[in-house]
């Protein structure tokens, strides 16, 4: 069983900063994809960045230039280094990833932006 753990969320100010951590179980080397998805309450789960096996990255429009997901082959740990922060990145966020044509996720971590 793959097992996920987040960590890193907490309350900051806008225009802080968070970065968020996700240690998984499986070997990196075997997953085709990690990514971070977040939930606010009332919206549907959305896609926030997703890094594939090879090294490319996506992001949702909301978060370019501000949010970078990046990992740690040795430590099979991703990251999620949020900048920037505005009010409306207030939700939970998970970890997914694809391995072997499964998908496993997190138990997510909330992240609260507000003075």
């Known amino acids: 069983q793959v097992q996920l753990v987040e960590s890193g969320g907490g309350l900051v100010q806008p225009g802080g900063s968070l970065r968020l951590s996700c240690v998984t179980s499986?070997?990196?080397?075997?997953?085709?994809?990690m990514g971070w998805y977040r939930q606010a309450p009332g919206n549907t789960r959305e896609l926030v960045a997703r890094m594939f096996s090879g090294g490319t990255t996506s992001y949702a429009d909301s978060v370019k230039g501000r949010f970078f997901i990046s990992r740690d082959n040795a430590k099979n740990t991703v990251y999620l280094q949020m900048n920037s922060l505005k009010p409306e990145d207030t939700a939970v966020y998970y970890c997914?990833?694809?391995?072997?044509?499964?998908?496993?996720w997190g138990q997510g971590t909330q992240v609260t932006v507000s003075s």
């Open positions: 499986a070997s990196i080397f075997r997953i085709t994809s």
């Open positions: 997914q990833l694809n391995r072997d044509g499964l998908g496993y």
